[in-house]
């Protein structure tokens, strides 16, 4: 699985550009949660193309944009648009199926 890092700096043009399935995660350092993410999201069998990591603490533009209260936060984006927060357990089955409903609205702009 592919896994990027991005910034409030090249986000936007990067998600825009991207062709399938995103799952963009905030994380931070600092939190326990967010390192779990970190170890086992890659390891997992989801219905996406690539992992988007966003350092939390690094990027307050994206985090004031995307309304991120709470750590970590999922968002999913197809092929530059835009499908929401995920909420959702982090196990494999919890995510795809919560990836699937997002998938299934309408698709917004990225915020």
């Known amino acids: 699985m592919v896994e990027s890092e ?3 700096f090249d986000a936007d043009q990067r998600l825009l550009a991207m062709n399938g399935v995103s799952l963009v995660i905030f994380t931070s350092v600092g939190c326990a949660s967010c390192r779990y993410a970190r170890e086992v999201l890659p390891g ?4 996406i193309d690539r992992l988007c990591w966003i350092d939390a603490g690094d990027n307050g533009g994206l985090v004031e944009r995307y309304q991120v209260f709470h750590l970590p936060a999922l968002f999913a984006v197809r092929d530059g648009e835009f499908f929401g927060a995920l909420h959702t357990r982090l196990t494999a089955a919890a995510l795809n199926a919560a990836l699937a409903q997002a998938l299934g609205r309408i698709a917004e702009e990225l915020p």
Do not use: C, Q, R, S
């Open 44 to 47: 997992f069998d989801l219905a």
């Open 6 to 8: 991005l910034t409030d």
